[in-house]
């Protein structure tokens, strides 16, 4: 059954500290898409990646870092240096056989106190 | 940068009654566009996207939507609203620079009994 899988649903952690958020597909899709959400902010672009080692800044860049190292994984990690990175975290890929459709994992909620 | 409005931050229905939710899109070219339905603390479902073949598109769960490039419009619509329709809905447009997509701040649709 294909799709795409983030661990963990909900995930807690005390300020300053650095988080990983997990995303994998089995869609063999190469580009990946990591997007921040916000009440009444809509989804804003963290980072991109359109093939394996490589990937791009989004608009919101500032305090996340990523990796691709492996065609089926993109993870994310939120860094100290993220101001306010209490937010609901999707993660999506694309199909390149259709371009910009995207499909989304079910998300991450980070909650940092 | 391509970008999309939706107005309407929130909509409410009446079960059986239209649902018309409006986007409108800024775009120098020819955009692909799609419509994402979101429950509560899930990921996004794809509704439908246009992508430049026929201009009323149609989509899953009974929606549709109409590309009016005269208007730069890509309204959602459904003749008949089930509760199960209560959801946020994204309008989102290609980004003409890259690849990614850039979504509007989404519509929440309540639908009353």
């Known amino acids: 059954d294909g799709g795409i899988t983030q661990s963990p649903k909900y995930l807690f952690r005390k300020e300053g500290q650095n988080v990983t958020l997990s995303c994998e597909q089995n869609?063999?899709?190469?580009?990946m898409y990591w997007y921040r959400q916000d009440p009444g902010q809509g989804l804003r672009l963290i980072y991109y990646?359109?093939?394996?080692?490589?990937?791009q800044k989004g608009d919101i860049a500032e305090g996340y870092s990523v990796s691709r190292e492996k065609k089926e994984s993109f993870p994310l990690t939120v860094t100290s240096a993220q101001k306010n990175p209490t937010a609901f975290y999707l993660c999506?890929?694309?199909?390149?056989?259709?371009?910009?459709?995207?499909?989304f994992g079910p998300g991450t909620r980070l909650t940092v106190t | 940068a391509q970008s999309v409005t939706q107005l309407g931050s929130h909509v409410s229905v009446s079960e059986g009654a239209l649902v018309l939710l409006r986007c409108n899109y800024s775009?120098?070219?020819?955009?692909?566009l799609f419509w994402y339905v979101q429950y509560p603390n899930q990921g996004l479902q794809l509704l439908l996207k246009?992508?430049?073949?026929?201009?009323l598109v149609k989509g899953i769960n009974g929606f549709e939507a109409e590309f009016k490039k005269s208007e730069t419009s890509f309204h959602l619509t459904k003749p008949s609203a089930h509760m199960r329709d209560a959801a946020e809905y994204f309008c989102?447009?290609?980004?003409?620079?890259?690849?990614?997509?850039?979504f509007g701040k989404g519509t929440s649709l309540l639908v009353t009994p």
């Open positions: 999506a890929s694309e199909d390149d056989r259709s371009p910009y459709e995207q499909y």
């Open positions: 869609l063999n899709h190469d580009a």
């Open positions: 990646s359109q093939i394996v080692n490589d990937f």
């Open positions: 775009s120098s070219v020819p955009p692909y």
């Open positions: 246009y992508t430049s073949a026929a201009t």
């Open positions: 989102a447009v290609s980004e003409d620079s890259g690849y990614a997509l850039n």
